[in-house]
Every structure is written in structure tokens, then in C-alpha cells.
């Protein structure tokens, strides 16, 4: 009987070029102090147990996966959670048939160390806890089944803030010293919902217009303003500047007009925006602000990055 075996990956925030990552801008991206493992242990049946756990330690997701549907899935439209892993297994089986041809038989559980509704990158964790687990490329695994730029996957292989740019398609880590002096002013919020990437994808690639090339030169040069920004003060001033501008690129209003119009202070959207997490800067302390408004996740930079 095989040990088990434990993987890990960091969850993911992206700070700058969302949206326009997609069409190569450069993107600040920071690992977080959350993330989720992977555990596997071998047994009988040809069919994986697969078990997911919360961070409350509750189950929020259970099922026997069949090897036969993991090597010859049905073609579903149906989005379920057990479909879903189905299309990564099946894309990580052909990458790597090994896992299914020469074993009997797993047992597998995940462990997210983040509430799963934060929307910190628990696929893009799954990805690359299989990706480590077979020995595969976790980028390639992400195209063929989720989508989407691949900084997620660059976050939960570093540990250390990157900037993230996909040059003619292809991910381009770079990993950078990004500590402000200033991060005692720095908070994320919770927005209560979370956002589904895929749907903002979609729906940024519909909108899209014939000004690529400049946005994303605008965006990268914004995003060189937050990495370099000495003072509190310059980076909310970036900051406002990359809402302002993605606003209108996606004709959409800003958190901060939206949710927190009488704040003092700057509010930045990450990710998909709409919902997961926004960034916060301000000169005092924000959570008496945050809770009256019914915001009562509101974790400071050093309990949120790694570092």
C-alpha cells in the first residue's frame, strides 16, 4: 500500500490588468496566505472516492467518480461540480493516462484553507495540486478544461508577488519585491457574492473593441505606477486611475460608486468585478465603514498576502 501523497497550492488576488491580461497586459498578481491541499491515498474498485472539504472543516462536495467516466466522459451541457472535475480528470488523463492505466484506484480529498465562496481560486488551486500530483503542465491543464489567462496557476506556484503577462499566449512569471511601507493601510473586503470568472470572460470578450494594443499599454503603465508607489497616497491615486479606466472599457460602474460612494479613501475591484474581494486603501482604519454597511469580512494585507 502506497503512502499518501499531499499537495498545496496558494489561492490568488489579482491587483492590476484584469481583463486585459487576456490580451497580454502585464498584471500584478500577489499569492495569498490561503490556498487548498490535495490528498491522495490508493485503493480498489477502478474509481476515485473524491471527497472536498471547506474551511469549516464541512463537505461541500462528495462523489465516486468511475475511471471509465474519467476516460470516456459523456458529452454533458450540464455544469455540475461532478462534470466539471470529470472534463479536468479527463484532460489530465490525456496528459498523463498513467494515473488511471497502472493504479487500482484513489481516494482523494481537498482541504481549502479560505471559505470556498471567497473566490480566492478554488479551481485554480484543484488545477495545480493535479498538475504537481500527475507531473503535467498545470497551464496546459487549465486551457484545455477552465480557460482564462493562467495568472491563477503562476499564484499558486510562487510565493512571492509576480508580475504576469501571457506573450503570444504563453505565461511570462516574473517574480518581483512588492512590499509597500504602507500595508498597515491596506485591506480586502468581501463583497457577499461570489463572481463566476468564466461568465466575466465571456462577457468582457463580447464587449471588446478595436483599442487592445493601447488599453493594454495604458494598463501596463498603470500597473508600474502601483509596484513603484512609495507613499499610500500615489498608489490610491493608480488605483483610481485603473477603475476609471476599466470602467469605461467595460461600461460598467466602479465598486466604489456603486457599493461606497461617501468613502474616504479608494476601493478597487479584483477580478472579475461584481463580486469576490475589493482592495481597499485608506489613511484610517475602514472597519467600523465596511461593517455598518454589512461588509464584515475585512482582512488587512499581512493576514491576506504571503510575504
Known amino acids: ?32 496566505k490561503f490556498g487548498q491541499n490535495l490528498t491522495i491515498e490508493e485503493k480498489e474498485n477502478l474509481e476515485i472516492s473524491w471527497t472536498s472539504y471547506d ?25 455540475s ?13 490525456l496528459l498523463n493516462p498513467n494515473f488511471i492505466n497502472q493504479s487500482k484506484g484513489y481516494r482523494i480529498t481537498t482541504g481549502l484553507t479560505f471559505p470556498k465562496k471567497w473566490g480566492l481560486g478554488t479551481s485554480s488551486t484543484l ?38 503577462q501571457l506573450t503570444n499566449g504563453k505565461p ?8 509597500p511601507d504602507f500595508t498597515d493601510k491596506i485591506y480586502f473586503v468581501y463583497l457577499n457574492k461570489k463572481q463566476s470568472s468564466k461568465a466575466a470572460i465571456a462577457n468582457y470578450r ?20 502601483v509596484i513603484n508607489a512609495k507613499t499610500a497616497g500615489s498608489m490610491a491615486l493608480a488605483i483610481a486611475n ?7 472599457i467595460l461600461e460598467t460602474t466602479t465598486a466604489k460608486e456603486d457599493l ?34 454589512g461588509f464584515n469580512t475585512i482582512i488587512p494585507y499581512k493576514e491576506m498576502i504571503l510575504d
Open 260 to 293: 461606497f460612494s461617501d468613502f474616504n479613501g479608494e476601493i478597487k475591484s479584483l477580478g472579475a468585478w461584481g463580486g469576490d474581494f475589493v482592495m481597499v486603501i485608506s489613511e484610517v482604519n475602514p472597519i467600523t465603514y465596511f461593517t455598518a454597511k
Open 172 to 179: 511570462k512569471v516574473k517574480s518581483i519585491n512588492f512590499l
Open 81 to 93: 461540480i461532478k462534470h466539471t472535475l470529470i472534463k479536468i480528470l479527463h484532460e489530465a488523463y
Open 206 to 225: 463580447k464587449n471588446k473593441t478595436n483599442n487592445t494594443e493601447k488599453n493594454v499599454l495604458k494598463i501596463d503603465k498603470i500597473t508600474q505606477e
Open 55 to 79: 474551511s469549516d472543516g464541512s463537505i461541500w462536495f462528495e462523489e465516486k467518480i468511475t475511471f471509465s467516466e474519467i476516460t470516456n466522459p459523456v458529452d454533458s451541457k450540464e455544469d
Open 127 to 164: 488545477i495545480n495540486n493535479i498538475a504537481q500530483w500527475l507531473k503535467i503542465d498545470a497551464f496546459e491543464l487549465l486551457q484545455k478544461s477552465f480557460g482564462g489567462s493562467g495568472y491563477d496557476i503562476a499564484c499558486a506556484q510562487n510565493n512571492t508577488p509576480i508580475i504576469y
Open 1 to 32: 500500500m502506497n503512502p499518501q501523497k499531499t499537495f498545496y497550492s496558494n489561492g490568488k488576488l489579482l491587483i492590476t490588468g484584469e481583463y486585459l491580461v487576456l490580451d497580454g497586459a502585464k498584471a500584478l498578481a500577489l499569492p495569498t
Open 242 to 248: 485603473h477603475e476609471a479606466f476599466m470602467s469605461t
